[in-house]
């Protein structure tokens, strides 16, 4: 099946820093990602729509500027939380569709805890 | 704008029981549902998947799940559960309609299956 990466699995960073997110389909070109954020004990809540070429479509509430997202290429796309502080710590998750499997199913990353101190 | 609701956050249960989770959307048009599990620190895994057809889908491990059209639910199901069962079980919708490809996760039911 269609497998999705993320790098780092866990990062701390020191507040006002950046930290950025990586994550990849290894098998598979991805012309949509998604981004999610998960906290504790809670479900999972979509950040962003990154579409490769295009810019990102963001939800309502989540500002662009500080979670800035890139989808260079057909199999990489990133999250970068800007200055970060501790309210952005979280359990930050991608997922990727396959558009060869020509149906709406998403491959989750295994997602990057962010712990800002 | 389409929602996922999970009425049950926490299911505990001995080993042999019988599981039903619920789950109900809406969404007033196609939808393809999904129910996703995450095992304590564990990355999310697909369980089963309803796009058209056969409204009775069985996935991984021994699970079902049932597509009622008239009722916008998509209960998912396991006869007999096993410790290894305890999990987080997530609820999931896309819509084919204006809202494209989003995947809409309800708020998850925490299932512990005591030995």
């Known amino acids: 099946g269609a497998v999705v990466s993320q790098h780092p699995s866990w990062v701390i960073c020191k507040s006002g820093t950046s930290v950025k997110i990586e994550c990849r389909s290894l098998?598979?070109?991805?012309?949509?990602m998604f981004w999610y954020r998960q906290f504790p004990k809670q479900s999972l809540m979509l950040m962003a729509t990154?579409?490769?070429?295009?810019?990102?479509?963001?939800e309502q509430g989540v500002e662009k500027d500080k979670f800035l997202i890139n989808h260079a290429s057909l199999t990489l796309s990133t999250l970068t939380v800007t200055s970060a502080h501790p309210e952005d710590s979280s359990f930050y998750i991608c997922?990727?569709?396959?558009?060869?499997?020509?149906?709406?199913?998403?491959?989750f990353g295994p997602g990057t805890r962010l712990t800002v101190t | 704008a389409q929602s996922v609701s999970q009425h049950n956050h926490h299911v505990i249960l001995s080993e042999a029981a019988s599981l039903e989770l619920g789950c109900n959307y809406s969404?007033?048009?196609?939808?393809?549902l999904f129910w996703y599990v995450q095992y304590p620190g564990q990355h999310l895994q697909l369980l089963l998947k309803y796009f058209s057809g056969d409204p009775l889908v069985k996935g991984i491990k021994g699970f079902e799940a049932e597509f009622i059209k008239s009722k916008f639910s998509f209960n998912l199901r396991k006869p007999s559960v096993q410790w290894s069962d305890t999990a987080e079980y997530f609820c999931a919708v896309t819509s084919t309609g204006a809202a494209g490809n989003k995947l809409t996760f309800g708020g998850g039911t925490r299932v512990l299956v005591k030995p």
């Open positions: 990154s579409n490769e070429g295009s810019k990102a479509t963001y």
């Open positions: 997922s990727a569709r396959d558009p060869s499997s020509g149906n709406a199913e998403q491959y």
């Open positions: 098998d598979f070109q991805a012309t949509t």
């Open positions: 969404y007033g048009g196609t939808v393809n």
